[in-house]
């Protein structure tokens, strides 16, 4: 039990409890006053692996007591960061629950508290790797929540991107899918057919040969490369590939590559010319970044001679081979300061895309255009299965200007190479209508939007990484219809490729989004239905000018009422309209 004044910081000994056959929701184990002395004892914050748990994937249940007295105030609790979601009681009434690793979130408490002895209970939610409450969890009131929320780079401004990058719809390509030939032939016959989609970068997953020993699966992953200066021959030769950069620059788009910088195959030329560049555990061995990742090995950074060896690489494809730029796997994981030295070594040579895989805010200073955004992925089904509301689209777009540099562009999508394998394609996750409503969201907030391969046909098939799965490009011309009417809008309206939002209230209920996006005079409203269901939404106040509103996307009605405009829309419905 603590109790002390506000702010509070719930650090210290908790209580902990396994739940790896996913009972304790059923069990009720969030109930105030339950038998909780079984539970072991651990101090927090802390990931799972450090007390004992560490091949430990799946869930787990975290209690403590705390006690306040003055309840008069709203009061917030803040959490610094869960791996991977949460769901989070106080005195046995549900509180929230959030969604995705690394992003700080919070909940008003006010009507759960009482003077006195209050009873915290978590459940967290590990999808892979170590888990747990890694950041502080703090009570404080709610005038004060942005003091927690605001980190120091928000007070600064990101990199200045080109104008062709901040403009970006990213198309993902995986080779062995992409077409019955899975070369970079089958990709440059097809590239006019990203043109109409208003695709402008294509992004390559790794193109490199593919390690054999300790490979997964038949062919392997990409992402365990063996010569970062090879081509992989699954592919074509080096001439096919400088073939394919050539006819994605005439079709007036740009390319960029998979750089896998944090580790490599373990039969990689690196390995055999440079044992020492790797990472050794106490007894000398080669180790692997994690426990899951048995096909590769981790590079060590704290070798200098690696990082100039990596950059002298990354400006070969860049000078010498023409792409226009990397997008960097798991770039969390080597150092930011390695990141910020090739960028400036990059930039003398051209203005180049750098897009991390990851979440850091700073990365956005000197080091990458983009980061993703896990964020939005990460609570698009609980939108649509109605555990959490639409709105929690505005506390994540207000964090991220608490957390990144001012002007950080986000990397938005519905699904990517690693959701579409190991979790489920869009339109299986979301339903195929579930899946055209959130593209219609990628498309429109914030950020930079992002396509995989197959999205435009509805895709159904996971894309296996160490196999080779087809595409059906035969069906589903309603998608390929809407990404491309989706891809002219951004093309055509400088108001959706800036970082501006205005929330529009609506009358549809928690499922229903509503926003206006502006530049100028051009301005674009979008209205959302996350629901199944039939209904109608009054957007509030978007006639109040005299402005009226033609529709340029969507099957809706809508007419005005007041100074509104009256939506009707169906099951997973969406509109988009402009004046």
Known sequence: MQKKELPLQLVGTWRFAIDSLDHGLAEEWFKAGIDRSGWREIDLPDFWDRYNLASYDGVGWYARTFEVHDTAAPMTLYFGGV???ADVWINGEKVGSHAGYADAFFFDVTPFLRSGVNELVVRVVDKGGPGGIYKPITLIRSDRIEDLLRSRYSLLDARRSADWVS?????????????????????EARLPELNRLGVT???LMPIHPVGELNRKGTLGSPYAVQDYYGINPEFGTLDDFRSLVRAVHRNGMHIIIDLVANHTAWD????MEHPEWFTHNAEGAIVSPNPDWTDVADLDYNKHELWKYMIHMMKYWVKEEGIDGFRCDVAELVPTEFWETAR????????????????????????FDLTYSWNVYDVLDKVINGSTPASVLDDILKTETYQFPRGSLRL??????DKNAWDAPAVEKFTPAGAKATAVLIFTMPGVP???NGEEVGNPKPLRLFEKVEIDWSKHDDFRELYESLGRLRKQHPSLRNLSLMRIANTGGPKVYSFLRSSGQDTVLVVINFSRESLTAVLNNVLSDGRTWK???GETHAHPVGSGLSVRLPGFGYGVFIH
Not at 167 to 187: M, N, P
Not at 344 to 367: C, N, S, Y
Not at 412 to 417: I, M, S, V, W, Y
Request: hydrophobic share 45%.
């Open 167 to 187: 403009d970006a719809v990213i198309y993902e390509v995986s080779l062995r899918s992409f077409s019955r030939q899975g070369t970079f032939k089958g990709l």
């Open 551 to 553: 529709q340029a996307l």
């Open 201 to 203: 970068v294509v992004w």
């Open 268 to 271: 990689s030329r690196l390995m």
């Open 412 to 417: 938005r999508f519905n699904t990517n190479h």
């Open 450 to 452: 992002m396509v995989y």
């Open 83 to 85: 791996d991977d979601d």
């Open 344 to 367: 400036q070594e990059l930039d003398a040579i051209r203005p180049v895309m750098m897009l991390a895989e990851g979440t850091l805010p700073e990365h956005h200073i000197k080091a």
